[in-house]
């Protein structure tokens, strides 16, 4: 994870294989099939949609084969993630929502405060993809109602910066500015340097 976040993929998918040697070896299907959603997602960040997909048909061959006998909390990962590719490869809002309310569902079940705040934020790029912007507003702002229970503080400038951005699109620029003031400014140290210029871009 820390290797991602520094943009370092090649690292990233070495250190997860290695992880993924392990629970194969053990023989240990989630630790298998989360390892995958892993690389999926690294992929994925890298833009590497294809590999990404490629992992996440891997992982759903392995649900079915399991008879869908996987933990819970590694069956939400996996959903937030095929929403994620659903939105950013193939552009389909109805199976973005449909897998981001499948994980935003056991979230709440297991009280997982970060994979519900990705889900919601997931539903809200959805709607907003869609000019939608009522409904993202409202599936962004039920995101910031649990972002204290949140300690990565990469997701939380995410959040913030989501709930800016539609204000922006939808004219209402006070409220975008006072997000980035007041909400963004604390957090500034933990912003991305694409973060940052999404930040500039509400502001401007």
Do not use: W
Request: net charge neutral; aromatic share 12%; hydrophobic share 35%.
């Amino acid at each position: 994870d820390s290797c991602k976040s520094e943009l370092d993929f090649s690292n990233a998918s070495q250190y997860i294989v290695k992880v993924l040697d392990y629970y194969q070896l053990s023989k240990d299907l989630d630790g298998v099939i989360f390892c995958k959603v892993k690389l999926a997602e690294i992929n994925r960040h890298a833009a590497l949609y294809e590999n990404a997909f490629d992992y996440l048909v891997e992982v759903e061959n392995l649900i079915k084969k399991s008879k869908n006998n996987v933990n819970p909390s590694t069956l939400m990962f996996y959903y937030n993630r095929k929403a994620s590719l659903s939105t950013e490869y193939f552009s389909t809002p109805d199976s973005t929502l449909y897998y981001s309310n499948k994980a935003l569902k056991i979230a709440e079940k297991i009280k997982d405060f970060e994979i519900q705040l990705l889900s919601l934020m997931e539903i809200g790029y959805a709607y907003e993809n869609q000019t939608k912007y009522d409904l993202a507003l409202f599936y962004y702002n039920k995101g910031i109602s649990i972002i204290d229970s949140i300690t990565n503080q990469q997701i939380k400038c995410d959040a913030y910066i989501n709930l800016a951005r539609v204000y922006s699109k939808s004219r209402q620029y006070k409220q975008a500015v006072k997000i980035c003031e007041d909400d963004l400014a604390p957090l500034k140290k933990y912003l991305s340097i694409v973060q940052q210029l999404l930040v500039l871009d509400i502001k401007i």
